[in-house]
């Protein structure tokens, strides 16, 4: 509920003492869910981890199906994105609107093209039978535990691009709310703490990237 206190700016809830203490709050809860989100994927590279070095030679057999190529591009397109939210920033810090609004759109757009280049290297791989867990039936790798590195590879990819997909869904909250002009230098918590949500997303990859494309 917004802060009823004469004088008080729209954007002040109430139990707020002023715009600065509610920033502060704000940036330490995104903080400590960030947290949470680096504890979760730490737990995944632990599991890939271990099996990796019960199946080296597993590991890059299976490397080998996926494209590096179109890994590497969409590692380009987050790294793009992760700029472009940093300009979004930036442009709400300055009152520039309009800024803002387009940096939010080419993030938007970015995240979209990393997710469509996602679905059709699932896509191909399902074609030719590389499915998680028991439904895996691809003969391409000779390797009787083929399907241990598919079933972390579709896990960590799968929860990352869920991430990308809540991630995209913010920025659009947040270019809806910038349309109506409701972000200034005075305001601009929530393009902030959804910016550093973002760049964890974009950090997770860059980690993910190496480690299952890049074997070797």
Known sequence: MANSTAGAPAHLKAHF????????SAKM???LFLVTEILFFGGLFLAYIVYRAWNPEL?????EELNTFWGAVNTVVLIGSSLTVAMAIRSAQMNQNKGLIINLAITIALACVFMVIKAFEYEHKFHYGIFPGEAYSYTGID???ANIFFSIYYMMTGLHGLHVVIG???????LIR??????????????????LYWHLVDVIWIFLFPLLYLID
């Open 17 to 24: 003492v002023d715009s600065d203490q509610q920033f502060e």
């Open 29 to 31: 809860g995104m903080w």
């Open 59 to 63: 590991y890059i057999l299976a490397s």
């Open 143 to 145: 390797h009787p535990k």
């Open 168 to 174: 995209i869904g913010l920025m659009i909250w947040l």
């Open 178 to 195: 910038a349309r109506k002009g409701e972000f200034s230098s005075e305001y601009y918590t929530p393009v902030e703490i959804t910016g």
